[in-house]
T-cell receptor, first 113, second 114 residues
Framework: DSGVTQTPKHLITATGQRVTLRCSPR?????VYWYQQSLDQGLQFLIQ???????AKGNILERFSAQQFPDLHSELNLSSLELGDSALYFC????????????FGQGTRLTVV | AQSVAQPEDQVNVAEGNPLTVKCTYS??????LFWYVQYPNRGLQFLLK??????LVKGSYGFEAEFNKSQTSFHLKKPSALVSDSALYFC????????????FGKGTHLIIQP
């Protein structure tokens, strides 16, 4: 168990809908990262937050947004969902960025139908 | 831009034999290199990292990796493979001079045959 908790584990929704994925980082970790894993794109970095502030942006679509709350949990919001958004979404946390390793949650499997 | 290449989709090794999973990287600044392992329907587990210092890095479960700056490689190795090592292995890089997430390779399926 990595100590990173993601909910829900599975999510099935229709095209055009909006969903929210939640992540609780390991105790003491200030950085939260979101990644998308799909068969065709592999593992892609979406966005990083550090202590409530956005720190880095990767290949995140404009339809997607995230935030980190004062208690350090994070939410990833996906809107106007398309079939191609079906993927495994991982949250990871680390003490800080840079040279510290990130610990991954078990992921949320999103299926858009 | 940073990138990682894992040239083998799959590596097959007999149990008890040494294993190597290859990784090469490209990054503008100083490379921070990581290996992760993923078991079916699970998240990624951290194995080891290279930030600076000794080129040979030891990690979890008997794995090690060698950083080679001239060849821009960071191959994962283990002297004696176990069937339980069968999994999907990812190499990842971050540019040490930037605030950024990890860039992952496409992954290598490691299959250890009894």
């Amino acid at each position: 168990d990595s100590g990173v908790t993601q909910t829900p584990k599975h999510l099935i929704t229709a095209t055009g809908q909006r969903v929210t994925l939640r992540c609780s980082p390991r105790s003491g970790d200030l950085s939260v990262y979101w990644y998308q894993q799909s068969l065709d794109q592999g593992l892609q970095f979406l966005i990083q937050y550090y202590n409530g502030e956005e720190r880095a942006k990767g290949n995140i679509l404009e339809r997607f947004s995230a935030q980190q709350f004062p208690d350090l949990h994070s939410e990833l919001n996906l809107s106007s969902l398309e079939l191609g958004d079906s993927a495994l979404y991982f949250c990871a946390s680390s003490v800080e960025g840079g040279n510290t390793e990130a610990f991954f949650g078990q992921g949320t499997r999103l299926t858009v139908v | 831009a940073q990138s990682v290449a894992q040239p083998e989709d799959q590596v097959n090794v007999a149990e008890g034999n040494p294993l190597t999973v290859k990784c090469t990287y490209s990054v503008s600044g100083n490379p921070y290199l990581f290996w992760y392992v993923q078991y079916p329907n699970r998240g990624l587990q951290f194995l080891l990292k290279y930030i600076t210092g000794d080129n040979l890095v030891k990690g979890s479960y008997g794995f090690e990796a060698e950083f080679n700056k001239s060849q821009t490689s960071f191959h994962l190795k283990k002297p004696s493979a176990l069937v339980s090592d069968s999994a999907l292995y990812f190499c990842a890089v971050r540019d040490g001079s930037l605030a950024d997430g990890l860039t992952f390779g496409k992954g290598t399926h490691l299959i250890i045959q009894p």
